[in-house]
């Protein structure tokens, strides 16, 4: 607020987007357009969607626009409004993370690291989707949290929910457990016999949420669900023994905080991702637009049921991944990235992905990192040693 010498209800709330052109990106813009005095976009950021990011600049006149792709630069200069600055490659992400009052990391995988870092070093509202950057650096993201002014609040529903349950319900004192809800995805109660021949588009077919690629695969082998129990413990410190899953398909009831006295608060509401974006984007004053109110008339039932970890194996070895600490959920999430991208690309069978991640981890050797280097490197590592798994389980095609 320093920075214009206006005062927090005197002008917009400035945003900046980094990972524009996706899911979640699309949506943040959504949630701009339907509070637009409230926001104004001041920065953009994709990794090659030059067409998608000139036709975002074109329509909100952001003053900063940047590729992750250096080739791409060219393009998108030509591309963008006269007076937009245009940026590229990882100083160029950087530098769209460094700008508005809040920062939106939705870019997706490892690459979101070095967006979260500059963003909390820069002492900037952080609203984070890109969890991977969490899993994988919490060690070095950590410290950054401690900035003055840096202030993560999360995107991921689940997440969201948990941040708001215990905005509303108690003290850290008062916490008894975190209850992350899963919707199960789109082979929960499917045969383990059938899942072996599963492919990527009934993979991608998710029942309630319509999501980027990656997340949607996670999702199938409950992998997201596991990240989600590392973010949790990152977010919001506390132990794994303490952060159950239970899963409920109807995805209404986006997380629960039990309390020390047995009372649990739920926040619900509709599967729509513009309600946590729009909550992370105005934190701490909500959304005027009602994105996830619920119709109680036609909502019929709630259901819970224990998740599945003999067949979802990727959930318990994200949870072993998380209590073992270090940077071991940096080797899980460079081998789970690995082996999705080596499904999507029709290289592995979907029940090889757990596979790829369990030999990815037995490789474990890195050292406690002393800085991002040490992440960057444990993240190599990994991912060779999971590019040989893959390459162990070819010629699924
Ligand atoms: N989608 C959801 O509903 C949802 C829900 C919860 C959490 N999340 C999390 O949110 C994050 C984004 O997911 P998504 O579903 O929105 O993904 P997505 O649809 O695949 O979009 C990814 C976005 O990130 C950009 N990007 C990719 N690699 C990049 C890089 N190296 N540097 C900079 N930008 C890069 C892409 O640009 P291009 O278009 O140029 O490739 C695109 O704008 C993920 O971490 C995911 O787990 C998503």
Redesign the pocket.
């Known amino acids: 607020m320093e920075r214009t010498g206006l005062s927090a209800s005197d002008r917009p709330v400035e945003v900046a987007v ?8 699309t ?1 943040a813009l959504d949630v701009v357009a339907a509070e637009p005095e409230r926001f104004q976009v001041v920065a953009l ?5 030059v067409e ?2 000139a036709t975002q600049a074109k329509a909100l006149r952001p003053a900063l626009v940047a ?2 792709d250096e080739d791409m630069a060219k393009a998108l200069e030509a591309a963008v409004p006269k007076g937009t600055e245009v940026l590229a490659g990882p100083a160029g ?1 950087a530098e769209v993370a460094r700008r508005g009052d809040v920062v939106l990391n ?4 490892f ?2 690291l070095p ?1 979260t870092l500059a963003a909390l070093e820069a002492g900037r509202r952080l609203a984070l ?4 950057s969490l899993i994988a650096g919490g060690p070095v993201v950590q410290p950054a949290r401690r900035t003055p002014g840096a202030e993560i609040v999360p ?3 689940e997440h969201c929910a948990l941040h708001q349950c215990l905005r509303a319900g108690g003290g850290p004192g008062e916490v008894a457990r975190l209850v992350l809800t899963a919707s199960g995805g789109p082979f929960r109660g499917r045969d383990p016999a059938e899942l072996a021949a599963v492919g990527v588009a009934e993979a991608l077919a998710h029942p309630t ?7 949607t695969v ?1 999702s199938s082998t409950l992998m ?1 669900k596991g990240l989600e129990v590392i973010e949790a413990h990152e977010l919001f410190g506390v132990d794994y023994d303490r952060i159950d899953v239970v899963v409920h398909p109807q995805s209404v009831v986006h997380s629960m905080v039990e309390f020390t006295d047995g009372a649990t608060v739920a926040q619900l509401s509709r599967p729509d ?1 513009r309600m946590p974006i729009g909550y992370a984007l105005g934190y701490p004053r909500r959304l005027s637009h009602p994105f996830g109110a619920l119709d109680w008339t036609v909502l019929e039932r709630l259901d819970f049921e224990r998740p599945d970890r003999g067949v979802f194996r990727c959930l318990a070895l994200a949870e072993e991944a998380g209590r073992a600490g270090g940077l071991v959920p940096a080797w899980l999430n460079a081998g789970n990235e690995v082996a999705v991208a080596a499904f999507l690309e029709g290289r592995i069978a979907w029940g090889a992905i757990a596979e790829v991640v369990a030999e990815t981890l037995s490789g474990f050797d890195s050292p406690p990192p002393g800085d991002v280097g040490d992440v960057i490197e444990a993240d190599r590592r990994a991912r060779a040693r999971a590019e040989v798994a893959v390459a162990g389980r070819g010629g699924h095609r």
């Open positions: 980094v990972g524009s052109t996706g899911s979640i990106g949506q950021a994709a990794r090659r969607s998608a990011l590729v992750a992400l939705a870019a997706v995988g690459a979101g967006v989707a890109n969890k991977e995107v991921d529903s949420w319509r999501m980027g690629p990656k997340v996670d997201n991702m």
